[in-house]
């Protein structure tokens, strides 16, 4: 049974970790190294994919990037569903993102928002951070301490140069292009 204290992260202790800058706009690299970490998900096959984003300008060009790309391969985007910085709940787009059980979530957002809505997601829903995939702004470390560690575990993303990442508890470790985690 889920812990029934609110997910939600204090005012106080998203202040204690400084201000968040707005995500930059994503490269053509770091698109075709999050589609590739999707294509090779450990022998498990990736159609439908629900996607999520941040409502400022390169989380929204991100994520209709993203969708476009995933569709000319032949992918299925079952929703995309934005939110805002700060909310009462989150609870609304969590539910959006997992009602129609994707085999991957994408995500294109800025940190303090992202945060709040992995905590809600884990609290709330059957969502799995190992089947989520995220573009380079979600490469913070303060991420698994905003979020909490158990909320973003498995996380895995791609950096702006073509790399990729990973979380791993309270750790987020890059790779070069064309290195691969262990």
Sequence with gaps: ???????????????????????????????????????????????????????????????????????????????????????????????????????????AASLPGFAQLARRLRHSTEWDPARTYAFASLQDPRLPALAGPDAVHGLRGATAEGGTWEVRRRWITAYAPGEEAP
């Design 1 to 107: 049974m889920p812990d029934m204290k609110s997910p939600l992260i204090s005012f106080r202790d998203i202040a204690a970790h400084g201000t968040q800058p707005n995500p930059a706009p994503h490269t053509e690299e770091e698109l075709a190294s999050l589609i590739a970490l999707l294509v090779r998900r450990r022998g498990l096959r990736t159609a439908a994919v629900a996607v999520g984003h941040s409502r400022d300008s390169a989380s929204r060009a991100a994520a209709g990037a993203f969708a476009a790309a995933w569709r000319a391969r032949g992918g299925t985007v079952l929703t995309t569903v934005d939110w805002p910085e700060t909310a009462a709940s989150w609870l609304r787009p969590a539910t959006r993102l997992t009602a129609q059980l994707p085999d991957a979530w994408v995500m």
